[in-house]
């Protein structure tokens, strides 16, 4: 089915940070790049609400996180990970992030899910048969249930740009400086060594 995207759509988006964050380093052991997975749901429409929902680890050092995303025009709920008796940890938003889908979805023409999780199939259909809105996915499509792909009315697979969806982490970062710059005191060394003789 073709969907149409035009200016003047009223669009919300909603972040599942945790899969999308899970999927990236898992797949490609780099991290998201949530600007550019936003720039992309919103497509050049109009942009009502987007929000990431985001679990606080037991160190609390997601802040350089949180400034990020609300650089990028992303608002941000938090739950704290759950720790239960035996070392077992709990942490999901699907709840919340369905209420608030069911919540917004009048108010919207596009609802835009930023998550692989075939836990939102019911969430989908429900907002596509009750509120006429047109529901979206993007997610990395290697690591995304094939059910929801097939519910959505529109998927944007990340698994087929990379290098715009995702950034290194700074050690990767760290190492790729490391490597160019030994790499050029070799190149230089060598030209010295050359221009001797």
């Known amino acids: 089915m073709t969907i149409i995207k035009h200016e003047n759509q009223r669009v919300g988006v909603l972040i599942d940070a945790q899969n ?3 999927s990236a380093r898992n797949l490609y052991g780099k991290r998201v790049n949530f600007t550019a997975v936003l720039q992309e749901a919103v497509a050049g429409r109009s942009l009502i609400r987007a929000i990431a929902y985001v679990i606080t680890s037991e160190a609390g050092d997601e802040k350089g996180f949180f400034e990020a995303l609300e650089k ?3 608002e941000t709920k938090t739950k704290d990970l759950q720790v239960f008796f035996g070392g077992a940890k709990k942490a999901d938003w699907d709840v919340g992030i369905a209420v608030d889908a069911i919540k917004l979805a009048p108010k919207l023409d596009a609802l835009i899910i930023a998550s692989g999780d075939g836990d939102f199939v019911p969430m989908v259909e429900y907002v596509q048969q ?10 990395f ?3 995304s249930s094939s059910k929801l792909i097939e519910a959505a ?6 698994c087929e740009d990379t290098k715009r969806y995702l950034m290194s982490s700074r050690v990767a970062t760290a190492n790729r400086r490391r490597r160019a710059t030994a790499k050029r005191k070799t190149t ?5 060594k050359t221009t001797k003789k």
Request: proline letters at 0%; charged letters at 25%; glycine letters at 10%.
């Open 20 to 22: 999308l964050y899970h």
């Open 72 to 74: 990028a025009g992303i």
């Open 130 to 139: 009750n509120a006429g809105c047109q529901v979206e996915v993007i997610s």
């Open 141 to 143: 499509g290697k690591s």
């Open 153 to 158: 009315d529109d998927f944007i697979d990340m």
């Open 188 to 192: 230089t060394s060598r030209t010295r």
